[in-house]
T-cell receptor, first 106, second 114 residues
Framework: GEDVEQSLFLSVREGDSSVINCTYT??????LYWYKQEPGAGLQLLTY?????DMKQDQRLTVLLNKKDKHLSLRIADTQTGDSAIYFC??????FGTGTRLQVFP | DGGITQSPKYLFRKEGQNVTLSCEQN?????MYWYRQDPGQGLRLIYY???????QKGDIAEGYSVSREKKESFPLTVTSAQKNPTAFYLC?????????????FGSGTQLSVL
């Protein structure tokens, strides 16, 4: 069946860049999404990329898509403590992976 | 403001008791979803509804029931048959039923067993 895989944890120093990676199996998705979940809260849509794009930049966020390898990444520039959260990539509403917990330390 | 509202924020269940989690949206969305989140396990789909008066089981539907009598509302009942109900429950909605549409989430309900 369809699947999404992410590493569970990422720890970065404040001010550095963070890169969160995702591999997926569903190749039919028109859009690929990144959601952010802060502690004790629901998920919020962070950004998305259309499937015919390779890259999308949105302020401190850069999304890279490699369709051939079915690999999606989210780069956060100048990571701040407020970026500490769980990040989920998503291609299909019915399937979520474990998400990546980003911890930012001073 | 349009949005999706879950209540209560915290809920406690006694042995053998059924409890119902509320989910209401005023976004005029057709599709609604219930997910369960356990620490380190991501989100797992319990039930979803693409249209009023219709719903489908997700991956972990056993021990849960739902109804969709109104477009705005999709309550989830955790029955006594669900032996391990302690988790964070998230409700979401989307404009339509296509699997590739973006989701709007509520703020979640933390269910614990007394």
């Amino acid at each position: 069946g369809e699947d999404v895989e992410q590493s569970l944890f990422l720890s970065v120093r404040e001010g550095d860049s963070s890169v969160i990676n995702c591999t997926y199996t569903d190749s039919s998705s028109t859009y690929l999404y990144w959601y952010k979940q802060e502690p004790g809260a629901g998920l919020q849509l962070l950004t998305y990329i259309f499937s015919n794009m390779d890259m999308k930049q949105d302020q401190r966020l850069t999304v890279l898509l490699n369709k051939k390898d079915k690999h999606l990444s989210l780069r956060i520039a100048d990571t701040q403590t407020g970026d500490s959260a769980i990040y989920f990539c998503n291609t299909d509403k019915l399937i979520f992976g474990t998400g990546t917990r980003l911890q930012v330390f001073p | 403001d349009g949005g999706i509202t879950q209540s209560p924020k915290y809920l406690f269940r006694k042995e053998g008791q059924n409890v119902t989690l509320s989910c209401e949206q005023n976004l005029n969305h057709d599709a609604m979803y219930w997910y369960r989140q356990d620490p380190g396990q991501g989100l797992r789909l319990i039930y979803y509804s693409q249209i009023v008066n219709d719903f489908q089981k997700g991956d972990i539907a056993e021990g849960y029931s739902v109804s969709r009598e109104k477009k705005e509302s999709f309550p989830l009942t955790v029955t006594s048959a669900q032996k391990n109900p302690t988790a964070f429950y998230l409700c979401a909605s989307s404009l339509g039923p296509a699997t590739n549409e973006k989701l709007f989430f509520g703020s979640g309900t933390q269910l614990s067993v007394l």
